[in-house]
């Protein structure tokens, strides 16, 4: 009889609270996670080394051979197997000694590049990655320039941790990693984490404390447009002479203009 989902979520579970709570006692190593692929049914692999997250990016334009690649390596969203990374939990002393860059987690090949910067923005944690200058790993970057291939993962060592469990049936729902120390990063083509990603060139748009400046600095360009707007309809309802002019759209946009332009500078948004 195959397993049910239930039941091999239980033994998941099982296994690696035992590994953790062993840990915590001084009888092994802690895990390490390997969390690259949606597709795995073995959630858990205990072993002496671990991965975990994913990340999200737009293909490039210009970029030369040699030239890193930016990557979102982890975010504190809730993963595919259930599980959160806090952002503010990442120990990366250790790692930074060894930045590298390996591919798919596997640790018995040499590595396809490493971490030439690293560092954390609200709730993420990024790294712009530099290629080694072999066919194996340009192949790879080549992918990633192309837009072929997007997600990272994270393999990390496990330091403090809790429980997540619906709040209403108190079903297991995964692990809250609270404290975590970096051990490396992988190329992936499935991470864990769909933000996990290679991140587009530029600002991120879709952030609004990167937008933010971009926004302030148009704010007069803004008010030009409705003093612009205001002035034509004003122009256009006198040489009506009467006539009604049935649509005030034009009005209503140079408003709405305006409105905006107010709450970029009162910092509404």
Known sequence: MMPTSTQESGRERRLLLESLQAFSRGDGDAPLVTKWTAASKSGVILDSECPLNDLHIKA???ETQDQAITFVLSTDDV?????????DGWVLDAYEENPVLLWAHDYRHPAIGRAAKMWTEPHRLLANME???TEFAQEI???YRSGFQWGVSVGFKPLRYE???DEKTGAFLGL??????LLEVSAVPVPANRSALRRSDGPDLHSLSALWPVLESQVDDLARVAGDISETVAELENNAKGMKIPDRSADRAADHVSEIISALRSGRV
């Open 141 to 143: 970057a080549s992918l």
């Open 79 to 87: 993963d595919r197997h259930g599980d959160v990374i806090s952002a």
């Open 163 to 165: 429980e997540r469990r």
């Open 131 to 133: 290629f080694a200058p």
């Open 176 to 181: 809250r990693f609270l404290e975590q120390e």
């Open 60 to 62: 490039p334009s210009d």
